[in-house]
């Protein structure tokens, strides 16, 4: 099994550019959530989905868009990039219930000029 | 609704020392609580978890963390580190009823040789 992976490692973009993280997991885990992390701040949760089709917001989804059209895929676009928007970005995945290990990705260090 | 607080950014530590992370929570229901460890530019695991039953939960590579539900804590300890254990670690608390988990800002440990 490869577990979580996220694509691409490392990104630079202009403010006012979009683009996609990809994030993708073969475990057949139904909960899958995106998660930006900022030094000092821990984990802040973006967007999260319960299973193909149903998404939610988190903590912190303006600018994000989400969408879950297979059980293994769980792609987070940016819609048009902010300098505040610099961050890693962490995919994570579990089986449903709240008492489930997540497993995370290796994240993306997106950096917005 | 749930929080969760790391008291410290920074434990610094000498090598074959005890050390013990400190985790404090609020909430006005019954929760499940993790430590995740981070190592250097990777992606975050599962150290143990508190679901039920004993206070005292043993986790991977010699940590252990004891719930305290009168002083709401939940603290990370380990009797002797070693420089492998170089690396940041969160807290996290979920209530029951969902899937979200609240993550503490994160405590770098420090091991000095």
């Known amino acids: 099994n490869a577990g979580v992976t996220q694509t691409p490692k490392f990104q630079v973009l202009k403010t006012g550019q979009s683009m996609t993280l990809q994030c993708a997991q073969d475990m057949n885990h139904e909960y899958m959530s995106w998660y930006r992390q900022d030094p000092g701040m821990g984990l802040r949760l973006i967007h999260y989905?319960?299973?193909?089709?149903?998404?939610d917001q988190g903590e912190v989804p303006n600018g994000y868009n989400v969408s879950r059209s297979t059980t293994e895929d769980f792609p987070l676009r940016l819609l048009s990039a902010a300098p505040s928007q610099t961050s890693v970005y962490f995919c994570?995945?579990?089986?449903?219930?709240?008492?489930?290990?997540?497993?995370f990705g290796p994240g993306t260090r997106l950096t917005v000029l | 609704a749930q929080s969760v607080t790391q008291l410290d950014s920074q434990v610094p530590v000498f090598e074959e020392a005890p050390v013990e992370l400190r985790c404090n929570y609020s909430s006005s229901v019954s929760v499940y609580l993790f430590w995740y460890v981070q190592y250097p530019n990777q992606g975050l695991q599962l150290l143990l978890k508190y679901l039920s039953g004993s206070t005292l939960v043993k986790g991977i590579n010699g940590f252990e963390a004891e719930f305290n539900k009168s002083q709401t804590s939940f603290h990370l300890r380990k009797p002797s580190v070693h420089i492998s254990d170089t690396a940041e670690y969160f807290c996290a608390v979920s209530g029951k009823s969902n899937y979200q988990l609240i993550w503490g800002a994160g405590t770098k440990l420090i091991i000095k040789p």
């Open positions: 989905s319960v299973g193909a089709g149903i998404t």
């Open positions: 994570a995945s579990s089986y449903g219930q709240a008492y489930n290990e997540q497993f």
